[in-house]
């Protein structure tokens, strides 16, 4: 007994972690090495190379590949056909495996369909980047980016719900938390 489901069109290569409640579904190839943790869902065509780490509570939607170098924290969440890299100047006949970068995706951050992650960045907690977006940096915790290149147009909830900030604070129209922008950065506001 495994702990975790595997469609029968997909493999799982020796040597790869998988933790339990986990499911990955239909043309998947996860290679040794790879640590994925507990309750994940690996949609239709998903890779997931060695060197890489999931956290736990992760969606990967169809047709993503999680590059060497990446790590996704609890709760991150990969839109459909989204793309991260791992180096920055590519070229088929010269090796840069020593050169990959490592792109870090914090706890709850979304990335939208299509969305484009080069590799280097460090997304932060609660990020929103929406469809089609090319993320080029570093984003902010709770940033909502749009664009090519990507760029920040305002703060998202841990709800995923889009924030009005008046007077330097907002607090959520759908689950009520409260937070304060300081500096370019926005930070929750603890109410216990």
């Known amino acids: 007994m495994t702990g975790y489901y595997v469609h029968p069109s997909s493999f799982v290569d020796a040597g790869a972690a998988i933790g339990a409640g986990t499911k990955i579904w239909h043309f998947c190839h996860v290679m ?7 309750r994940c869902n690996l949609g239709q065509n998903v890779v997931v190379m060695s060197g890489t780490k999931i956290g736990n509570n992760v969606k ?12 996704l924290e609890d709760d991150v969440f990969c839109g459909p056909s989204c793309v991260f ?9 010269v090796s840069r495996k020593s050169e990959y970068l490592r792109t ?25 980047i929406g469809a089609g977006a090319v993320v080029r940096g570093d ?14 147009v305002g ?9 009005d900030i008046l007077a330097g604070g907002a607090v959520c129209s759908a689950c009520g938390s409260s937070y304060r922008e300081t500096k370019g950065l926005l930070e929750p506001v603890d109410l216990g």
């Open 139 to 152: 984003v902010a915790a709770y940033g909502l980016m749009v664009g090519v290149p990507a760029r920040r």
């Open 155 to 163: 703060w998202m909830c841990r709800c995923g719900v889009r924030l």
């Open 32 to 38: 040794p090495g790879a640590e994925i943790g507990e």
């Open 60 to 71: 990967i939607q169809n047709n993503v590949s999680i590059y060497e170098g990446v790590v």
């Open 104 to 128: 870090l995706v914090k706890r709850g951050a979304t990335i939208g369909a299509n969305a484009t992650v080069i590799c280097g960045a460090t997304i932060g907690e609660y990020a929103f």
């Open 85 to 93: 890299t791992n180096v920055i100047n590519p070229r088929s006949h």
